[in-house]
């Protein structure tokens, strides 16, 4: 787990010390992480939203305990059935920023391959949250197939709603 918070670290530091949103943060996450060749030590599995890796979310939430990280929430209101919507930011806090700077000595080949996987991911332009949901599961989902997949595969490994749009988005760009 200790190498876990060490990567979600290290990820804080790659994108200017904080994340906007939860499966923000999941999806970058898994990015560096499949081009760390770490995919499955972070344990990401199939989820809503894309890959979701429960450890990495438990390391945020050790990161914030140990004061790491500040958590901001925004609230817009409830959904249909009542649940509350909101978004948590997280920002590295003073102490969270000397632990970046211990983590960057510490892991200095993985930190260079994070900066070159980040810097690589901002090149295609300031995602949101939807749009690094899409292309997760549009690329877990090749993976699954062993890089390739027909259309109606996919669909059958997503959701409806965000299949038709990752088909869109394929479509769109190629």
């Not at 920002?91 to 900066?115: A, Q, V």
């Not at 690589?120 to 997949?149: C, P, T, V």
């Amino acid at each position: 787990m200790k190498e876990i918070r060490d990567l979600v670290v290290l990820a804080y530091g790659a994108f200017g010390g904080a994340i906007s949103g939860k499966t923000n943060l999941q999806k970058k996450v898994y990015f560096l992480g499949v081009g760390l060749g770490k995919e499955s030590e972070l344990g990401y599995r199939a989820h809503y939203y894309g890959p979701y890796s429960p450890a990495v979310a438990e390391a945020n939430s050790e990161l914030k305990s140990m004061g790491y990280l500040s958590e901001c929430s925004t609230t817009w209101g409830s959904d249909h059935r009542g649940f509350e919507i909101a978004r948590y930011d997280y920002d590295l806090t003073d102490e969270g920023l000397r632990l970046l700077i211990r983590k960057k000595k510490e892991h200095s080949d993985m930190w260079r391959k994070i900066e070159r996987l980040s810097d690589m991911m901002k090149s295609a332009g300031d995602l949101n949250y939807w749009e690094l949901s899409i292309a997760a599961k549009a690329y877990f989902i090749l993976r699954k197939h062993g890089g390739q997949a027909s259309l109606e595969q996919i669909q059958k490994s997503a959701s409806p709603t965000s299949a038709l749009l990752a088909t869109e988005l394929v479509i769109s760009t190629g």
